[in-house]
């Protein structure tokens, strides 16, 4: 414990960078603090950006870059040699031989030519992958991308036949196109959803015509004739011979008034047995 504290306790920076005062204006900005996996290059990247304004002063940059390293990168600072920093470049490129297994390999150009919509794959995540993929690879590419983004799209997609029409020349009219497309594509999918509900309620408006005893709800909506006389819709899921056998004998059924005349003389293929 004793050779642990020993050796935290000393500096590696040269009296140079140890004795230099600070300024009392400083005001220490809030820091993402590196967990020994991020891009060390990133890394002191967002370190300088953050400390823009103090770029001059290299003995405040050297003490205050240990105060943003995390566990991990704080062990390898304390194993520093004493007096064997001198520079804020000399702090940082020892950080980043240190920490370079985590540092992000860019894509070689040819991984986009791999991207392809997939089946049953939106225009918006087609083009978030792509993008993201692009992102990754050093160096601009415009027009490779702009010929790989459409080759990627379906033949009979849209937004690949507009392209091959009338083809963009820069990324900016790309992403303004591919815009216009995605919200054609919204548009249809909100369109699709909306029809889907209004037939969910039809299917739940036409079983709630039946209750449990397979009773059929009358709809009193519409009226023929001017008597005023309410027409009624009914469905049956079954025969209406057997509707008959169970209500005949519910105390609201009655039996409709006999035929006029002799039934015997009546077309019995037009009548049912209670006729």
């Keep these: 414990m004793s050779k642990a504290l020993d050796r935290i306790s000393q500096s590696p920076f040269t009296c140079r960078i140890e004795r230099a005062e600070l300024s009392r204006r400083f005001h220490q900005p809030t820091f993402a603090i590196y967990n020994s996996r991020k891009d060390p290059v990133e890394h002191i990247s967002q370190f300088n950006q953050k400390m823009a304004v103090h770029s001059t002063d290299e003995a405040l940059m050297c003490k205050v870059f240990p105060s943003n390293l995390g566990p991990m990168a704080m062990r390898w600072f304390d194993g520093l040699k004493p007096n064997s920093i001198n520079s804020f470049k000399q702090l940082t490129q020892a950080f980043g031989s240190r920490f370079i297994t985590s540092s992000r390999v860019p894509r070689p150009l040819d991984s986009l030519l791999s991207l392809s919509m997939r089946e049953g794959e939106t225009l918006k995540a087609y083009s978030d992958r792509y993008w993201e993929m692009y992102n990754e690879i050093e160096r601009n590419y415009d027009n490779i991308a702009i010929s790989t983004f459409k080759r990627g799209l379906p033949i009979e997609h849209g937004l690949r036949k507009s392209l091959t029409g009338k083809p963009v020349t820069s990324l900016r009219q790309l992403m303004d196109r591919i815009d216009k497309y995605k919200r054609v594509e919204e548009d249809q999918q909100t369109g699709k959803r909306k029809a889907k509900v209004v037939l969910q309620e039809r299917r739940d408006f036409r ?24 027409a009624v819709h009914a469905v049956f899921r079954e025969p209406l011979h057997k509707i008959l056998e169970k209500v005949k004998n519910e105390p609201f059924f009655q039996w409709p008034s006999r035929m006029a005349g002799d039934p015997a003389k009546c077309n019995q293929n037009l009548y049912c047995m209670y006729h």
Excluded: L
Excluded at 207 to 230: I, K, L, V
């Design 207 to 230: 079983s709630d015509c039946f209750n449990s005893s397979n009773r059929p709800r009358r709809d009193y909506s519409e009226q023929s004739g001017s008597t005023g006389a309410q």
